[in-house]
């Protein structure tokens, strides 16, 4: 062996015994964290805390909403995301194109920002509310709290799922099949239910599970909006380990993993007994069907509109607020004078600026730590096919199966105290846990996007590399990466992006040294101080200007 191919293989020995190292350390112990601080607490094996859990009323209570939440949401968000492509790609509705560009929405703003927006604009104090009080004086001003809150949040925030995958598929009907259909007497309605629901039906199925499973770890909404008597799983845990009750936290984190899990399980069984087949290959275009029902087209053309009306309003008057001055965002219902001092604080103190650069901070780290297990992890993966890289792709897919809080409840229980595998140090507090915890939570994603990228790689342009003498790291430097580039920026810029406003592990994880934007966001929920609300709109609206730039130029790229 000559002294070069020793070099790479040891080179390459390196980099697998890092990945295993992180693997093991942030990914296995912390789940074997979880288990150990639920059963063997004391050092000796006991299920008292199953004990505990069945005693406590709220803790059942938060179960009973968490599954009963995710039946809601499924039923609502269905009804509005097939509503949605209803409207935009198979009725001739006018301003189409313009409610299109308003349901798309959620996709440049999610999470911690989308809720606190939606409370800024719905709650007792927000100036939607403010209106509808002065029209009905017998309305309860503290409607958008608890169930009602957060099922009205999860609603119009859930149907990125059905633009993403439903859209997409409903575009791709072929529009010969439907006009077969109208000609043998079929009317519209009957034209969607006998053959275009049967195409994006696949696709639905599709959003259901992810949705599913996005309600059952919905962690933002109940936090904000759930009030002290209303709590998911989520938030409950966050609330569990605030107080000490480590046991029960951990408890609640494995209960919702094993709910995820049968579910992914159970929805996999059904979709292998169950063969869809789409009924057209090469599809026409579809032209728009007018509604000839005179009061049927009113009543949806009334009911989109409104639609469209309630996702426009949080962005709208997000935006309008942020450059309003102190007294107008406390008490006016709408503002009468417009000014750049929200901005202007936000930007020039470092108290204000500090949360933003913190999370650019961090998220540039998890970025950096993702792209580097996943590229080299996809390239072990997708050129070698034996057992070992089998387990190492099951294993980075492990955060996927596993709500983020269980993680994060399982780093907590591994690194409150020192640990040989970071070199005897306790992690918890300082500033290392959250950027490696942002970067575990997205690494199956990001994961599966850059391995599919391979297949795309003309491998013909390897052999030549090969032939032409070159070696397995120049072949790779020179021939693979440029081919993965516009995939894995995309990717990164994405993950940076959703990482800005993250709070579902920055909330358990995070410490006073590094307070991430996510939990600023959160801030006027709990503190009716108007400059902390004054600069949350200033974030929120930052947020989704970067995050349209982003989204605009990853696809720019990859186009490119």
Known sequence: MSSKKRIQKILYGILFLIIGWFITSFILLPVIGVFREIFFADGSFSIDVVKKLTASKRVVSSLKNTYLMAVCTVITVSIIGIFQILVTEYFDIRGSKILSAVFHTPLIYGGISLVTGYNYIYSSNGFVTKL???????????????F???????????TTYHILFVKTTFKRIDYSTIEACRSLGGNNIKAFFKVALPVIKPSIFSATVLLTLMSLNSFAAPAVLGGKDFYLINSMILNLNSIGSRDLAALLALVLAFTCIILLLVMKWFERRNNYVS????PTKIRKMKIRNPFLNVLVHGISYLLGIIYALPIAGILIFSFADIQ??????????FTLENYIRVFSRSVTLKPLMNSVKLSLIAV??????????ALAIHKNKNKMTLILELTLL???????????????STYSQPSIMVLGTALLGGFWLLPIAYAVTSIPQAMRLIKASLYNINTSHEEAARALGAGPIYTMLRVILPAMLPTAVSVGA??????????????????ADTVPLGIVLRTPATNPDPYSAASTLVYIVVLMIFSGITLAATQKYRNY
């Open 132 to 146: 509808l009080v002065d029209v009905f004086p017998g309305m309860d001003p503290k409607w958008f709290t608890g």
């Open 148 to 158: 009602v809150g957060v099922l009205f949040v999860h609603s119009f925030s859930m």
């Open 279 to 282: 009924v057209s290959k090469v």
């Open 328 to 337: 107008t965002i406390v008490d006016q219902t709408f503002p009468k004078s």
């Open 368 to 377: 950096v730590i993702v792209m580097i297990i996943c590229i080299i992890s």
């Open 398 to 412: 492990i955060p996927w199966m596993l709500p983020a809080t269980m993680l994060a409840v399982g780093m907590i």
């Open 494 to 511: 994405i993950t940076f992006n959703g990482l800005l406003s993250e709070y579902t592990v920055s909330a358990l994880l995070y410490s």
